[in-house]
């Protein structure tokens, strides 16, 4: 069955500390992938995506992720994490090139202490 | 990219009643999407618009409870029907497909969510 899975629910980090949230899926063939982030009572931005090419990608406030077809893994990491940071981060997976259809793990959510 | 609105915000409604949330893109879209989040849960998707046709809606979803309507490429509306405390979540709509935008699958941005509260 196909499925994404945040092993993670909470995470602890110091402001400055590299910060890394796991994400895996289970697919038969290599899925789109994307990271979503959710500041309190805000709505879903979009971090970053990968559908194909280097497996490493860029995405916005200095985060990037890394595409493992080995580990069908799609991790965030983001080097020195700023208060602001401070959110909930959703992987979501689209198992179809065809109907956007997107299916979201758990979330993680990252605490950034002083 | 696209922006996204949706009205009312949040709302708090008495049991029974019913409540319809507008979502609005500033730019012409192939396909929304609307998704519930329950408190301190992840989003589930209930169903998906697209114009010209009727919405098509996941497991555990169905259209006498949740009817949608998409009568054009930047519009959509989505309305919770005879509430019942259950139906507190956010309610979340999105876009994706962005005509003029790549095929196949797409980015999909989202609207702020309107939080309801049904007593």
């Known amino acids: 069955a196909q499925s994404v899975t945040q092993p993670d629910i909470h995470i602890t980090v110091s402001e400055g500390a590299s910060l890394e949230l796991r994400c895996n899926y289970s697919y038969g063939a290599t899925p789109y992938l994307f990271w979503y982030v959710q500041s309190p009572g805000q709505g879903l931005q979009l971090l970053l995506k990968y559908f194909s090419g280097d497996t490493l990608v860029q995405g916005i406030k200095g985060f990037e992720a890394e595409f493992k077809r080995s580990q069908s893994s799609f991790n965030l990491r983001k080097p020195s994490v700023h208060w602001s940071d401070a959110a909930e981060y959703f992987c979501a997976v689209a198992f179809s090139s065809n109907d956007y259809k997107l299916s979201f793990g758990a979330g993680t959510t990252v605490t950034v202490r002083a | 990219s696209a922006v996204i609105s949706q009205k009312p915000s949040r709302d708090i409604c008495q049991r029974g009643t019913s409540l319809t949330i507008q979502c609005q893109v500033d730019?012409?879209?192939?396909?929304m999407f609307w998704y519930r989040q329950q408190p301190g849960q992840s989003l589930t998707l209930i169903a998906t618009a697209n114009q010209g046709s009727e919405a098509t809606y996941e497991s555990g979803f169905v259209i006498d409870k949740f009817p949608i309507s998409r009568p054009n490429l930047t519009f959509s509306t989505l309305t919770v029907s005879n509430m019942s405390p259950e139906d507190s979540s956010i309610y979340l709509c999105?876009?994706?497909?962005?005509?003029?935008?790549?095929?196949?699958?797409?980015?999909?941005?989202f609207g702020p969510g309107t939080r309801l509260t049904v007593l």
């Open positions: 999105s876009a994706g497909g962005l005509a003029g935008g790549l095929g196949g699958t797409d980015t999909q941005y």
């Open positions: 730019s012409q879209v192939t396909m």
